[in-house]
């Protein structure tokens, strides 16, 4: 198997980067491809003292965060991202990394790439820890605005990835809402409600988002503009109560020496709530494996990344969503 990893996607690329991919080169049974401006890659190697056998793609120019994703890509016809989504379409590697610029990757997916035939929209695709474990939402970002039929597809891809990766028998789909009322929502959830009750997934209606976090439901659906709230929420809680915790913990001798015996239960509760152990995000629907890590990726979250590769490779999901979006009724065509 090789993985392409885009060494100038992200914050703290490339030195981030490089470290990750030099941690998965050692511990992972797959070929690593960093795709990127050679000269700064060969000085993080050097720099980290990394001796992990890597591929360099050269290319020198890069999407940087901030820049118009269609413009950029329109601009940067050999941008690191661009030439990793090639090799993908190519057959030279077997899945994409890259903690760059959202919207560029997603446009430039579809556009080289492409989506599965039947495929109205791709969703960016992540897990969530629940009280029972965890969850899926999708989507998380990709598409701001949804048509019904596209969160019923949401739906449906996001089951099936439940079920071949996560074991999951009949995973709970909900749609994420203001309530569980069947009359709340907006015409498109609403219509999106309809769609799904009468379909073979097992719907369990409208959900909101505490009971996604409880554990309540396996697969929570929305559009990407709720989806990314949600994600970006959520996330700054965690750290908002984690900075709350380590503040009062320290307020005194008695809660300082208290925090001594807490220490491992934190910990552990930390890499549950830790995003860079999940690695990134998969944008199902793509006609390969195409990974988003966070903007913020450390080398963890590379090496993470890299082990959903490999897990999405080995249990066929691609194949599987090519195969669900063959069977009649499932859509007449990739476009919409």
């Given at each position: 198997?090789?993985?392409?990893?885009?060494?100038?996607?992200?914050?703290?690329?490339?030195?981030?980067?490089v470290r990750?991919?030099?941690l998965?080169?050692?511990?992972a049974?797959?070929e690593?491809?960093?795709?990127?401006?050679?000269?700064?890659?060969?000085?993080?190697r050097?720099?980290?003292?990394?001796?992990?056998?890597?591929?360099?793609?050269?290319?020198?120019?890069?999407?940087t965060?901030?820049?118009?994703?269609s413009?950029?890509?329109?601009?940067?016809?050999?941008?690191?991202?661009?030439?990793?989504?090639?090799?993908?379409?190519e057959?030279?590697?077997?899945?994409?990394?890259s903690?760059?610029?959202?919207?560029?990757?997603?446009?430039?997916?579809?556009?080289?790439?492409?989506?599965?035939?039947?495929?109205?929209?791709p969703?960016?695709?992540?897990?969530?820890?629940?009280?029972?474990?965890?969850?899926?939402?999708?989507?998380?970002?990709?598409?701001?605005?949804?048509?019904?039929?596209?969160?019923?597809?949401?739906?449906?891809?996001?089951?099936?990835y439940?079920?071949?990766?996560?074991?999951w028998?009949?995973?709970?789909v909900?749609?994420?809402?203001?309530g569980?009322?069947?009359?709340?929502?907006?015409?498109?959830?609403l219509?999106?409600?309809?769609?799904?009750?009468?379909?073979?997934?097992?719907?369990?209606?409208?959900?909101?988002?505490?009971?996604?976090?409880?554990?309540?439901?396996?697969?929570?659906v929305?559009?990407?503009?709720?989806?990314?709230?949600?994600?970006?929420?959520g996330?700054?809680?965690a750290?908002?109560?984690?900075?709350?915790?380590?503040?009062?913990?320290g307020?005194?001798?008695?809660?300082?020496?208290?925090?001594?015996?807490?220490?491992?239960?934190?910990?552990?509760?930390?890499?549950?709530?830790d995003?860079?152990?999940?690695?990134?995000?998969?944008?199902l629907?793509?006609n390969?494996?195409?990974?988003?890590?966070?903007?913020?990726?450390?080398?963890?979250?590379?090496?993470?990344?890299?082990?959903?590769?490999?897990?999405?490779?080995?249990?066929?999901v691609?194949?599987?969503?090519?195969?669900?979006?063959?069977?009649p009724?499932e859509?007449?065509?990739?476009?919409?």
């Amino acid at each position: 198997m090789r993985i392409v990893i885009d060494a100038m996607g992200g914050d703290f690329a490339p030195r981030e980067i490089v470290r990750g991919a030099e941690l998965a080169a050692r511990d992972a049974d797959c070929e690593i491809v960093l795709v990127g401006d050679r000269e700064k890659i060969e000085a993080e190697r050097s720099s980290q003292n990394g001796k992990a056998s890597l591929v360099i793609e050269h290319t020198p120019e890069y999407i940087t965060m901030d820049e118009q994703p269609s413009q950029a890509l329109r601009t940067k016809k050999n941008a690191s991202m661009i030439v990793g989504l090639n090799m993908v379409r190519e057959g030279r590697a077997q899945a994409f990394i890259s903690a760059g610029n959202t919207g560029a990757l997603m446009e430039a997916a579809v556009l080289r790439v492409g989506r599965i035939k039947g495929v109205k929209r791709p969703a960016i695709t992540t897990l969530w820890p629940s009280k029972k474990g965890t969850a899926i939402l999708l989507d998380a970002g990709a598409n701001s605005d949804s048509k019904p039929e596209y969160l019923v597809q949401f739906a449906k891809m996001g089951s099936l990835y439940g079920e071949i990766v996560l074991n999951w028998k009949r995973p709970r789909v909900g749609l994420l809402n203001i309530g569980k009322e069947e009359s709340k929502g907006t015409a498109v959830i609403l219509e999106a409600f309809s769609q799904l009750k009468s379909s073979s997934l097992n719907f369990v209606g409208n959900v909101e988002p505490e009971d996604f976090l409880r554990g309540e439901v396996d697969v929570a659906v929305c559009d990407g503009f709720v989806g990314n709230l949600v994600l970006k929420t959520g996330e700054g809680v965690a750290s908002l109560i984690f900075s709350l915790i380590k503040e009062e913990l320290g307020s005194s001798l008695l809660t300082r020496a208290a925090a001594m015996l807490l220490v491992p239960a934190f910990r552990r509760i930390k890499k549950r709530m830790d995003s860079s152990e999940h690695g990134g995000a998969l944008l199902l629907g793509i006609n390969g494996i195409c990974i988003k890590s966070h903007g913020k990726a450390d080398f963890m979250t590379i090496r993470n990344a890299v082990g959903i590769a490999q897990k999405t490779l080995q249990n066929g999901v691609i194949p599987a969503i090519v195969k669900q979006f063959q069977a009649p009724g499932e859509g007449e065509s990739s476009g919409g």
